[in-house]
Nanobody, 118 residues
Framework: QVQLVESGGGLVQAGGSLTVSCAASGSTSRTNAFGWYRQAPGHQRELVAIMSSGGTTTYADSVKGRFTISRDNVQNTVDLQMNSLKPEDTAVYYC????????????WGQGTQVTVSS
């Protein structure tokens, strides 16, 4: 099992910045993907940004140029720096960890609320 502990999030005005962080512990895998999804009310959960243990990153088109994902493979942490926030970024942000050594395992954090006021 992998445990995920999220921190950060909160309320910010449009144009502001926030950082959400996640720490993984337990049976982590050297080969993994670690990142963030979000879910707004009435919408499906969607990928925000994810980074592999090899450094490959994927961003949603809606956040490219505004959000930056970074990770520490020794500490097993991932940060999502969110700049130029928009009201449409309001959602619950979920940390996601995928252990890619077979069998593949997927874990989710409990979620942290990000609210952007206009």
């Amino acid at each position: 099992q992998v445990q995920l502990v999220e921190s950060g999030g909160g309320l910010v005005q449009a144009g502001g910045s926030l950082t959400v962080s996640c720490a993984a512990s337990g049976s982590t895998s050297r080969t993994n993907a670690f990142g963030w999804y979000r879910q707004a009310p009435g919408h499906q959960r969607e990928l925000v940004a994810i980074m592999s243990s090899g450094g490959t990153t994927t961003y949603a088109d809606s956040v490219k140029g505004r959000f930056t994902i970074s990770r520490d493979n020794v500490q097993n942490t991932v940060d999502l720096q969110m700049n130029s926030l928009k009201p449409e970024d309001t959602a619950v942000y979920y940390c996601n960890y995928r252990a890619l050594t077979l069998p593949t395992r997927v874990y989710w954090g409990q979620g942290t609320q990000v609210t952007v006021s206009s």
